[in-house]
């Protein structure tokens, strides 16, 4: 009777260590093939934008957070130094087409003259009179040039979201002084989210291009959103390796017991975002892939 105990006792143990060695291989063969991370974030586009004139701000309709359209204006740099430079081209322009009409008249009166008594004019004078109607002509295209381009100045003292989004970390402010090509602000493009899940090394080898995703924001744990393998990086930079004194490659020692997975990134494009969900960059996320 007690050794039947004991055997029903051991095969009991028995089964449930076959269990537990059954679910524990069933987890870590899930753990290869279905490679999940916690180590996930939300992307999108940041556009800088950037003034392409200097000048002071008189006009800014938005506020910092706030949804834009494309076209929306954004800021207005004061316009009146770039209208007079509008009003000098033109008078320029102006100058040049007259001075063109005095020249085109000479050199029209000099080849009449030469046709009717070549010895009233040289062909030397005569040269030269053609001469000064190319020069005429070319300055005329200079001072469109110069006029277009105070055109395209004043233009640009509007400055407009180039794409629909949201205004981020607005610092500008009535009066502020904006430089040409230095970033003003930033604009965060609605159009463009995707997620990054950074995964270990030892889980990318199944990973593939077109692999369903799911994607849990930890601001909405309960409102998973879905997405498919866009790309996965190709390198990541080195802690090691970078070149030091006498440019000879410096390598801390390392006295790690255990090597540590390298983390590689994989782009994951959004296909379904539940309506309830705000997506915001650098919000962390879990990510699953669902590999074949």
Do not use: C
Not at 61 to 67: A, E, G, L
Not at 204 to 220: F, G, H, P, S, W
Request: aromatic share 8%.
């Amino acid at each position: 009777m007690n050794k039947a105990k004991k055997f029903l006792g051991y095969l009991v143990t028995l089964t449930a260590v076959v269990a537990a060695g059954y679910v524990l291989s069933n987890m870590f063969s899930e753990y290869l093939f279905q490679p999940w991370t916690r180590d996930g974030h939300v992307r999108a586009q940041i556009i800088k934008i950037t003034p392409r004139v200097s000048g002071p701000i008189v006009e800014l309709p938005i506020h910092d957070n706030q949804r834009v359209q494309k076209g929306d204006l954004l800021f207005r740099i004061d316009p009146r130094t770039y209208e007079l430079a509008v009003e000098q081209a033109e008078a320029k322009l102006k100058q040049a087409q007259a001075s063109e009409l005095v020249k085109q008249d000479q050199a029209t009166r000099g080849k009449e003259l030469y046709k009717k008594d070549r010895g009233a004019i040289s062909e030397q004078a005569l040269v030269r009179k053609k001469n000064d109607l190319l020069v005429a002509r070319a300055n005329v295209q200079v001072a469109q040039s110069n006029l277009d381009k105070a055109r395209l100045d004043l233009e640009f003292t509007e400055v407009r979201a180039p794409v629909e989004g949201y205004v981020t970390n607005l610092l500008l402010r009535y009066g502020s002084q904006t430089v040409a090509n230095q970033p003003a602000l930033a604009l965060i493009d609605s159009d463009s989210f995707w997620v990054h899940g950074y995964f270990k090394e030892t889980q990318v080898e199944y990973i593939r291009k077109d692999n369903k995703a799911v994607i849990k924001l930890m601001t909405y744990p309960d409102a998973p959103l879905e997405g498919v393998v866009e790309s996965m990086g190709w390198g990541i930079a080195q802690q090691d390796g970078a070149p030091a004194a006498d440019l000879l490659p410096s390598i801390k020692p390392s006295f790690d017991w255990i090597r540590l997975a390298q983390r590689i990134p994989v782009r994951i494009r959004l296909t379904h975002i539940p309506d309830e969900v705000d997506l915001r960059v650098g919000s962390s996320a879990s990510v699953f892939i669902e590999t074949e």
